[in-house]
């Protein structure tokens, strides 16, 4: 029989990609859902026959214990978090309970329920804030936001389960990646769709903060699999993912219209900055200070050298093919009407 994986934040982004893959492996796999989420398995559809759920929530102690001991996991993916960073700053302490405590509350279930399973703890980037790029394992962290500040205890729970109680538990610093599953609030996905609402008339504008913030945006479906390659190293260690390469937020903007047959051009500054289309000055992008964060981190860029020599991972897909994904998934929607606007333009 195959391995036993149980995963948190199934229901999300990487939860879908990493289930794909661990299935496709062989695996069992098990996924937690949190009981008060509506219409939280619409991402799983496709493999939702071959999946067993289970309710739980990071917050509640009782049904992490419950699911750990019954499931018996050779592996645990805690993929389980609040994960917006500008929402962090709203509520910082659900922030630190879900991404902070849950880690610990899951820790515990495994050392005292499943003392065997490996742990794959999904850490960030945004642990670096503002140390200088490209940042690796030996960067210093300088947490900017609540979200990080959590991410940052869970990082150091793993450091103490597997040093201290001699687990097997690793943190992947995964740098930003993206999918068609990319949640709404997170800015590729509410840039691709935005532009695809507004060709087709469907929307007037995108509105958006921090034009000048730099990520390094690979596609999910190349992380899921650095993290199991993660838990099957003879001697458990921490990682960075990264593509290495840096991308504006503008410039993702550029690149997504670019792949839409449309030219954007900028004018003025700060708030008062726009992006219009060169083809007939129609104005597609504003900025609202709104979406400005207390704290911005403005440039992360991976370095994933040590990921390449010892787990033979790198980052396959461009940024330009991961535009195309996100686009291509919308063609059902928008389609029919972005064609009528290339022919109009
Ligand atoms: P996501 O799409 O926001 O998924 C988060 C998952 O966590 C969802 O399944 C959500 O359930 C679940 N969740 C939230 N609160 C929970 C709670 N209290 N109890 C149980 N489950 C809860 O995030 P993602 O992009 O897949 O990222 C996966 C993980 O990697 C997260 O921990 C994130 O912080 C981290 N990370 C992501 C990136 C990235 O660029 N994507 C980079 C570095 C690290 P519902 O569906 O019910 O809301
Ligand atoms: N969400 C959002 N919405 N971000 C915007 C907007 C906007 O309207 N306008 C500009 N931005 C900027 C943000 O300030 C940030 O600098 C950048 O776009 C990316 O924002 P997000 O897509 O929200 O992602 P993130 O980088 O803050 O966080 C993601 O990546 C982290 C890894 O670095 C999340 O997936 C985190 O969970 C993950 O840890």
């Not at 018996?72 to 994960?83: F, G, K, M, R, T």
């Not at 820790?107 to 742990?119: S, T």
Request: aromatic share 8%.
């Amino acid at each position: 029989m195959g391995k036993i994986a149980l995963i948190t934040g199934i229901t999300g982004q990487d939860g879908y990609y990493l289930a794909k893959l661990l299935l496709d492996k062989g695996y069992q796999v098990h996924g937690v859902r949190q009981p008060l989420a509506h219409d939280d398995t619409h991402h799983l559809t496709p493999l939702r026959h071959a999946l067993t759920l289970h309710w739980g929530d990071m917050t509640d102690q009782t049904s992490l214990n419950h699911i750990v001991q019954s499931v018996q996991p050779d592996e645990i993916y805690n993929l389980a978090a609040q994960s917006h960073v500008g929402v962090s700053f709203a509520v910082p302490e659900y922030t630190m309970n879900v991404n902070g405590h849950g880690t610990i509350r899951l820790l515990e279930a495994l050392r005292l329920y499943a003392p065997e399973a490996r742990f794959y703890q999904a850490g960030t980037s945004e642990l670096f804030g503002n140390s200088p790029a490209p940042q690796n394992e030996q960067t210093p962290f300088d947490p900017q936001s609540p979200y990080a500040a959590a991410k940052l205890l869970a990082h150091q729970a793993v450091v103490k389960y597997r040093t201290q109680h001699g687990i097997y538990a690793v943190n992947g610093l995964l740098f930003n990646h993206e999918s068609p599953k990319r949640g709404d609030d997170f800015v590729t996905q509410k840039i691709v769709k935005a532009a695809l609402a507004i060709l087709a008339g469907q929307q007037d504008a995108l509105v958006l903060g921090n034009l000048d913030a730099e990520r390094d945006w690979g596609h999910a479906v190349d992380y899921v699999e650095g993290m199991w390659h993660m838990l099957q190293q003879d001697v458990p260690d921490d990682f960075v993912l990264a593509t290495g390469q840096a991308c504006s937020v503008r410039q993702f903007v550029e690149e997504v219209f670019t792949a839409l047959g449309h030219q954007i051009k900028w004018q003025g500054q700060g708030l008062d900055e726009v992006g219009i289309l060169v083809e007939n000055n129609q104005e597609v992008v504003r900025i609202a200070a709104d979406y400005y964060r207390p704290a911005e981190v403005h440039c992360l860029i991976g370095d994933s050298r040590k990921a390449q020599q010892k787990l033979n991972w790198s980052a396959s897909t461009t940024r330009q093919q991961l535009i195309q994904d996100m686009i291509d998934a919308q063609q059902d929607i928008y389609g029919a009407d972005i064609q009528t606007q290339r022919i109009r333009a």
